[in-house]
């Protein structure tokens, strides 16, 4: 199969087309994904169809029995070359979307090929991740630039490093990169907590990546063009991920309302959704991702 | 790209970024001849500002055994490898290829990332010279053997043209226009390490318990008050001078660091042919071949080791570097008269005065004593 990429001929040329469902780059799909009992064969290029819940999402639990409901759809992935710095091989070539809404909130299931669980960050060492990018007005999709000057777009990002964050109660530091460690004294050995604190500059400065305490495994950002990725002051999405198997099976949910961020996402409306896919263990962070042209992404009515 | 101008190189240049040069220079001159790797600076630093943890393992300010010292191990030969071989037109034009000029399809910078190991070693090649282990650095006869070792300062070079900045996909790293000190906003960092791979100094770290990139911040909170670096105050060889320089179209002779660098010229880049137009300059060492200074320093490493051998008949030159390390506070203009050379500061106020020559004394022979009743012949150092 040829090296799948997306270039920034490839996003200007297709970004602004109607979303839906061709595949990215010329490159052709040609694995097929294997049905899982009890599961439904994913589809390539089909919309992606959030099925209508009564009743509360699985908005933390990529195991629910609530997911066979939903169709899967198979999304290729190609080598983020738009932008640099460029990924420069594609690793990962399809990722697994399905989605679920109750008319509050929406929630999709994001899962790709992974046998490396990689949720530390330390020198070139990298996390898994996964997201999933909405414009934040509804219409045609905009270019595939993480938006625009203007043109803000939505992005929901899982972390696996999150993740970790999260199941072990913050302990994701040197002590868990180099379980051997032995150290000399530190300022949290001698210094009151409040003090320590201040040695931790970029936790202190309030960056949200430093931190280690935390509610939620997903990010919630807009941008308005690469490198433009901004915190959101109110973070509303969750989500959960695991590794099974060599497989990512990762929920990233979001309040359908969107208060203060774009157009609520409402029952029975269609949306473009793009994604992006880091494997950590290939040295992908940042811009160096796979990526996915737009999708469409159905919000069944209720029923 | 766009094209900026890179005096050290003699010539304009691509980057990614248009120039907007500070208002001046954090700069520091650095003696390579006066330098034991005491490790006093590297002390200083380490204990102001990276004793927390989750930063182990960095030396924002680091002093190597050169040829064969690195920290990270190889981070200077790698990038010259990457480069490979250039060329400088005479002593005034580089025609070769920088860091920026040479970047692959996809980067904005020719770069390499150092594996954690590399950065495990910070006093690998200690003090190792050149030549064959069956030569010995004790050699009774003249002339001396050819081997030859030396020390080399390090911190952040707070360059004109970062590669950091340059391939920092979020613009989270700036050069502060009021002094050109370069600084990773550590609000908007997202760690993805770039800046790690770009800069070829590697001076950019990554902090393992926040998840962002730090690095030396030229001690900005002293500079604020009109105070010199802790690297610098903390150097007992007294080699270290922390200033401002001067845009190179306004170079004012009076004062220190545009005297060393663009007057007398005895002060160079490191590796200026990467492009980076980096602040810190080096005296070079006197003792080591002129090819691998110059592949080190650029062209003019013949000129400044014979400026600096000259130094002592050149009161001028010699009282700026006797006022090196003589104070804490940062001078503006100097002077010497009467054997000796005093600084002064932004006002014209002196801040130290220094003799070129200090005083000696010899100890009469009379300071000879008894110890435990026994008559001591010779010179009590100790008491």
Redesign the interface.
């Known amino acids: 199969m040829a090296q799948a990429k997306i270039t920034r001929k490839d996003a200007l040329l297709y970004g602004g087309a109607a979303a839906g469902g061709f595949v990215v780059g010329g490159a052709a799909v040609t694995a097929v994904a294997v049905a899982v009992e009890n599961e439904k064969a994913p589809v390539a290029g089909a919309p992606i169809v959030a099925r209508y819940v009564d009743g509360d999402l699985p908005e933390t639990d990529p195991g629910s029995d609530a997911w066979g409901d939903a169709q899967p759809t198979l999304v290729a992935l190609a080598a983020q070359q738009i932008a640099q710095p460029f990924l420069e091989e594609t690793l990962v070539t399809e990722l697994d979307v399905r989605a679920l809404h109750n008319g509050s909130s929406v929630a999709l299931l994001l899962e790709w090929d992974d046998d490396s669980v990689d949720d530390l960050d330390g020198i070139r060492r990298y996390h898994d991740a996964v997201a999933v990018q909405l414009p934040t007005a509804p219409g045609a999709a905009p270019v595939l630039t993480m938006g625009a000057p203007g043109i803000p777009v939505h992005i929901l990002q899982w972390r696996a490093t999150w993740q970790r964050d999260i199941d072990s109660g913050g302990k994701t530091g040197v002590d868990q990169i180099y379980p051997e460690v032995i150290h000399d004294v530190m300022p949290d050995d001698v210094l009151p907590p409040r003090t320590a604190q201040l040695y931790w500059v970029a936790r202190e400065a309030g960056n949200p990546l430093a931190q280690v305490r935390r509610t939620t495994p997903v990010e919630e950002v807009v941008a308005e063009g690469f490198g433009s990725v901004t915190h959101l002051p109110k973070q509303t999405a969750s989500g959960h991920g695991v590794n099974e198997d060599g497989r990512w099976r990762v929920v990233v949910a979001v309040p359908s309302a969107r208060t203060g961020v774009g157009a609520p996402l409402e029952p029975g409306s269609s949306w473009p959704a793009a994604f992006a896919v880091w494997l950590g263990s290939e040295e992908n962070r940042g811009g160096r991702k796979h990526i996915a042209n737009w999708q469409t992404l159905v919000l069944e009515a209720k029923a | 790209m766009a094209k900026v101008r890179n005096w050290q190189l003699g010539r304009d240049m691509e980057y990614p970024y248009v120039a907007d040069r500070p208002a001046k220079q954090f700069t520091m001159i650095m003696d390579t001849n006066k330098c034991i790797a005491c490790q006093s600076c590297t002390i200083a630093c380490k204990s102001t500002w990276t004793?927390?943890?989750?930063q182990?393992?960095m030396l924002w300010n680091n002093i190597e055994t050169k040829p064969y010292g690195f920290y990270p191990t190889g981070w200077d030969v790698n990038v010259l490898e990457l480069l490979g071989e250039q060329e400088w037109d005479g002593d005034d034009v580089y025609t070769g290829q920088t860091v920026f000029e040479a970047a692959p399809?996809?980067?904005?910078v020719l770069g390499w990332?150092?594996?954690?190991e590399d950065?495990s070693h910070p006093n690998i090649g200690e003090d190792e010279p050149t030549g064959s282990a069956d030569e010995t650095t004790y050699i009774p006869d003249k002339p001396h053997s050819l081997m030859w070792m030396y020390y080399l300062q390090r911190i952040c070079n707070h360059c004109t043209y970062p590669a950091c900045v340059a391939?920092c996909?979020?613009?989270a790293i700036y050069k502060r226009p009021e002094d050109g000190i370069v600084l990773v906003d550590?609000?908007?960092?997202?760690?993805?390490?770039?800046c790690?791979t770009a800069c070829p100094y590697k001076k950019t770290m990554?902090?393992?318990?926040?998840?962002?990139s730090?690095k030396c911040i030229g001690c900005y909170p002293k500079l604020e008050q009109g105070l010199q670096t802790q690297c610098t105050t903390a150097c007992i060889g007294r080699l270290r001078l922390t200033n401002y320089l001067s845009a190179p179209d306004e170079v004012d002779p009076r004062k220190p660091a545009d005297f060393l660098v663009h007057v007398r010229m005895i002060a160079l880049p490191l590796y200026p042919q990467l492009g980076l137009e980096p602040n810190v300059y080096y005296i070079p060492p006197v003792h080591v071949p002129t090819k691998y200074l110059t592949q080190m320093f650029g062209p003019g490493v013949e000129r400044a080791v014979e400026m600096y051998r000259n130094a002592k008949d050149d009161p001028e030159l010699l009282g700026l570097l006797m006022l090196f390390g003589s104070t804490e506070r940062i001078w503006h203009t100097w002077d010497v008269s009467d054997g000796v050379a005093r600084a002064y500061d932004e006002d014209g106020e002196e801040v130290v005065a220094v003799p070129l020559r200090e005083p000696t004394f010899t100890r009469p022979f009379e300071f000879a004593t008894e110890v435990a009743g026994e008559p001591v012949t010779g010179f009590r150092h100790n008491t």
């Open positions: 004793w927390g943890k989750g182990e393992f399809a996809g980067e904005r990332a150092p594996a954690e950065w391939a996909p979020r613009e550590q609000t908007r960092c997202r760690g993805y390490q770039e790690l990554f902090n393992l318990e926040t998840r962002v730090e």
